[in-house]
């Protein structure tokens, strides 16, 4: 719900990657295959993926419930409300976050007529209905929040000891997540699965403010937010990741509770659910548990997956946003979805042009001091349809964003004529090892990895997988890659400035 | 949210930094828990459930030495993982910097490392570090300066040898001075691009005064006023064993380990002169720069304000902190008075806080705020404000005095959570001074606090007439206007525009 980097969620999964190797951390490979046997799953009669990682380092387990709805299934005109539903499912359920539900729901209904009234008495200019409805609902409103307990289901996971209670969403997907003392793994088994068996979308207009304050903070008035909008509707016009996750501001303000309860319906549904549970728990214990508690759930076929036809771009495009601030340069480049066969590929040119301070991007630029920093990242805004790599730096003192494109394209015209040396590629090929051994010692690291690449791949297995992807990448790939992808006709530019510079 | 973090973020790059979900340091201790699995299991509500005991609080085993030469070492060991890593904290800090050069300190730290050593020159230590996946990384805040360090088990011997080079005899070349320099001059021309850059950067000016250590900012001019001289002369000030600690933790056994810093340490020479928190004796003491008054930053491109009000806070050794945390809990958090009325009930602000933030060694501050339209800025400020006067004036309610000891106390684990922990837990009580039951006395008192000691701390520690109140917003789009929050109307603009740069 308020996650800090909730409206540009990069997937970037923290520079996947694993093992067998033959250069350096080559024996890493026994410590992966050790924690892959910690890990076990099942699947409920209803559909619902459980994947479970036992770690007893500490006394304590991390969730994480991702569910297969991101931003990128709303419909236009309904842009935010996967993340209005996020929200909301912090409100409560029949029985949590209210005083009595019997005699909330009749007023939850009224206002979802009054606001429906409302907007019709607008539209035909019935200055004085409107007035009318308008005192009712603020009376109706004011009855409702009456009843409510605010926040209660929060407080009963801190109260408990939760820690880190919090969602986010993003293009791809909305995750829900926490960590507990070991011995509260039935008390998340009870709230997780009341949550979205019986959730109530209450507060429903007071939330609407607070998401608008947080359009505000996130993109109106955060220089990079505005440009980062007006950068993914040039580069990805008509294609569902072109759209803000947050949603503009007219689709919030028309947002109603029937909306979130379609996305609900549609979407929360088991087979689209997969909760990952890492830490100090029993695997068995866990699975009798969820089979009890998550069974609840009526199986119910979810809806198909989408399938995204982006009209082919022809030509470079570009958008210049004006703002009062120091310059920023960006590049998208139009990519393949995840599933395609060159995914390692394209992760390996960011990790080569950004990747630490021998990369060469930070060379050309930011040693050279032509930008302040510079990031590619091999995925956004989602990688489940097709997408951008995306390049963004910012101009040192006295630089121009031409002096940064001009060196840019040269760097990328090196990898699209040269091969890139081993000692180059064996580098980022360690470095990807490296990373994915760090965040096994994460429990809400892994927590939030394995349904991850379980929704999105079909395996969690695949987080292990990809190593091998990586380390078969050759230069020669790079090169191929690089030629396909640093075309004129898949590039979007960005410029963020003020307007006199 | 969660209940802290919204509050301040600053500068603009950390957008991205942020979605990248945080990687933890590795654990100890492989504690098996064969707990035999129930029956079967009937789904309930959770005001029926029942729960194994709380675990116990374990604390892995550390050993801590001296080296004759005064270096203070903690070692860790930790195999779950193929990894060795270590922190070195040193006696320094921006506050010890001359008031004409701020950003000496920051810059000594950057260029230590990027700079490259007298036998490892910049360019040859990064391709050596990258390719084993290693780091070594240094910085100088306010209070400390800190090294780290990170690398396979594999290259722990080799990288370590590297991190003690850096420390040892880092080169400060010219250039890469210049190069943190160009970086510094960068960050000033974007300090203005993030509005809650400029509102917690403003707010510290206030609070602690615009030239005080704790708030004073680096300029074009004080940059201009940095040699590498001075960088050199930083450095030998106060980078000596004896004036420092060194923690390593993970992968490593630790009798070799102790040999291994023996031999990269051991012939290291002492200084002579002042160290530890014998350096911190010549700080000024810390007073309330501005006591009251409403003040402006004026952005007209703004639609939301950025608010921060508060005044000078306390010190974290302070036996009334516990209490004072707990009224933390109690106005922050999902649940929290100020989340509950100002964004759920009232939907004036996504991040709303109230804050009594206490620094180890030197007073902090209390702070709330928020974001908000510009329009709902005074209501903002008056619910807030309507929330500190009740807390100060009314006792708090049994229910959230517990339910506030229960979230701290019930997740008191998470602070045991790795190995890392530990690790930094006892060297910061140590370079503090702090005993090393701290944490455990905190505990303590924070079960003995009652609803009467809530309330006598929030009477006696939250002092509406020394509120500072400051607004970063649009000022002709604030209706009604932030006059209105004063008795004397008057509203004190901030002129936050860069110098120039000198061509």
Request: glycine fraction near 6%.
């Amino acid at each position: 719900m308020l996650a800090l980097g909730l409206l540009l969620v990069v997937i970037w999964t923290c520079a996947p990657a694993t093992a067998i190797a033959q250069t350096t951390g080559s024996n890493i490979q026994p410590y992966i295959e050790r924690v892959a046997r910690q890990i076990s799953e099942f699947t409920l009669a209803n559909g619902m993926k459980f994947i479970v990682m036992e770690r007893h380092q500490s006394p304590t387990v991390s969730f994480m419930t991702y569910v297969d709805v991101g931003s990128a299934y709303e419909q236009p005109g309904k842009t935010g409300a996967a993340h209005f539903l996020e929200h909301l499912a912090f409100k409560g359920t029949t029985r949590i976050g209210t005083q009595d539900y019997a005699a909330e729901k009749p007023l939850l209904d009224r206002l979802d007529q009054l606001f429906e009234q409302i907007k019709t008495a607008e539209a035909a200019g019935q200055t004085q209905q409107v007035a009318q409805l308008k005192q009712e609902f603020a009376q109706t409103r004011a009855a409702a929040a009456a009843l409510v307990k605010q926040n209660q289901y929060g407080q009963i996971v801190q109260q408990a000891g939760g820690v880190g209670l919090n969602a986010t969403t993003s293009a791809d997907a909305t995750r829900y997540f926490y960590s507990f003392p070991a011995n509260k793994l039935e008390l998340w088994m009870s709230l997780e699965s009341e949550r979205f068996t019986e959730p109530v979308f209450r507060e429903f207009f007071e939330e609407q403010d607070v998401i608008l304050e947080e359009r505000r903070m996130r993109t109106d008035n955060s220089p990079i937010g505005k440009l980062v909008e007006a950068f993914l509707e040039t580069a990805l016009p008509d294609h569902p990741y072109g759209r803000p996750v947050i949603g503009y501001e007219a689709d919030i303000r028309s947002l109603t509770r029937a909306d979130i309860q379609d996305l609900f319906d549609t979407y929360y549904t088991p087979d689209r659910i997969t909760i990952g549970i890492v830490g100090d728990v029993n695997a068995k214990q866990v699975k009798q548990m969820a089979e009890a508690y998550f069974g609840r759930y009526q199986a119910k076929s979810g809806a198909p997956n989408m399938v995204v036809t982006a009209p082919a771009q022809t030509e470079p495009r570009s958008v210049t946003v004006n703002m009062p601030t120091e310059p920023w340069y960006m590049e998208g480049y139009q990519r393949p979805d995840l599933t395609d066969p060159d995914h390692a590929v394209y992760q390996m040119i960011a990790s080569l042009l950004t990747g630490g301070r021998t990369s060469r991007l930070y060379r050309a630029l930011v040693q050279q001091q032509l930008a302040l920093n510079v990031n590619v990242s091999s995925s956004f805004p989602g990688d489940q349809f097709s997408n951008l790599v995306l390049l963004y730096a910012q101009t040192a003192p006295g630089q121009t964003i031409e002096a940064v494109a001009t060196v840019v394209a040269s760097e990328l015209n090196r990898l699209k004529t040269e091969p890139v040396s081993a000692t180059e590629l064996d580098q980022v090929k360690t470095q990807a090892r490296a990373s994915l051994l760090q965040t096994l010692a994460s429990n809400q690291g892994m927590a939030g990895l394995l349904p991850e690449y379980e929704a999105k791949t079909g395996s969690w297995r695949n987080l292990f997988a990809e190593l091998n992807a990586i380390e078969a990448v050759t230069a020669a790939d790079v090169q191929r890659v690089a030629n396909q992808l640093f075309q004129p006709q898949n590039l979007t530019v960005g410029k963020l400035m003020a307007a006199d510079s | 949210m969660a209940r802290i973090h919204c509050w301040r973020q600053g500068q603009p790059q950390k957008w991205l930094r942020y979605s990248v979900m945080a990687i933890l340091m590795s654990l100890l201790i492989v504690i098996g828990f064969g707990r035999a699995p129930a029956l079967a299991v009937t789904p309930r509500h959770y005001t029926e459930l029942q729960f194994p005991p709380a675990p116990e609080v374990k604390i892995p085993p550390y050993t801590r030495f001296e080296l004759s030469n005064g270096l203070k070492v903690y070692l860790v060991e930790d195999h779950e993982l193929p990894l060795v890593s270590g922190v070195a904290t040193v006696y320094t800090g921006d506050r010890l910097e001359p008031a004409d050069k701020v950003g000496l300190a920051s810059i000594v730290g950057q260029v230590m490392r990027i700079g490259g050593t007298t036998q490892h020159p910049a360019e040859v230590m990064n391709q050596f570090l990258e390719q084993r996946a290693a780091s070594i990384e240094i910085g100088i805040n306010t209070t400390a300066g800190s090294g780290g360090f990170s690398a396979l088990t594999e290259d722990a011997e080799e990288v370590m040898g590297l991190f003690a080079e850096v420390l040892r005899q880092p080169a400060f070349p010219e250039e890469w001075l210049e190069f943190s320099k160009n970086q510094w001059r960068g960050s000033i021309a974007r300090r203005n691009d993030s509005p809650d850059g400029i509102a917690s950067r403003e707010f510290q000016k206030l609070i602690y005064g615009a030239d005080s250590p704790y708030a004073r900012t680096v300029e074009y001019t004080t940059l201009d006023n940095i040699s590498r001289t001075d960088v050199v002369n930083f450095y030998r000030q106060y980078f000596y064993p004896n004036n420092m600690q060194l923690g390593i933790l993970g992968d490593f056994d630790t009798q070799a380990m102790r040999a291994l810093i023996e031999d990269l340490f051991g012939d290291w020479q002492p200084t002579t002169s002042p160290v530890g928190r014998d350096l911190w004796k010549s700080l000024p003491s810390v007073q309330q720069a501005k006591t009251g008054g409403v003040f402006l930053v004026d952005q007209p491109q703004l639609s939301q304000s950025t608010v921060q009000l508060g005044h000078l806070g306390g010190k974290l050794d302070h036996p009334d902190n516990a209490a004072l945390s707990i009224m933390n809990e109690v106005l922050n958090g999902l649940g929290g008075r100020l989340v509950n009325e100002v964004r759920s009930r009232q939907g004036l602000a996504y991040s709303v806080y109230a804050l009594w933030a206490p620094q180890f060694d030197y007073p902090g501050v209390f702070v709330a705020g928020g974001q908000t339209r510009s329009d709902a800025t005074v209501p903002l400020i008056q619910a807030t404000l309507t929330e500190l006067e009740k807390i100060r004036t009314a006792p708090i309610t049994e229910a959230e005095l517990a339910r506030a000891k229960d979230s701290v106390l019930n997740a008191f684990i998470f602070n045991f959570a790795t190995p890392f922990q530990t690790l930094s837990r006892v060297m910061r009580y140590d370079y503090y001074g702090y005993p090393q039951d701290f944490i455990f006395q905190y505990q303590k008192r924070l079960e003995a606090t009652t609803v009467a000691d809530v309330q006598r701390v929030a009477q006696t520690y939250l002092q509406p007439e020394k509120l500072v109140t400051l607004v970063v917003g649009n000022a002709s789009a604030i209706k009604p206007p932030l006059s209105d929050l004063t008795p004397d109307a008057k509203v004190t603009k901030i002129d936050v525009s860069i110098p120039n740069v000198k061509s």
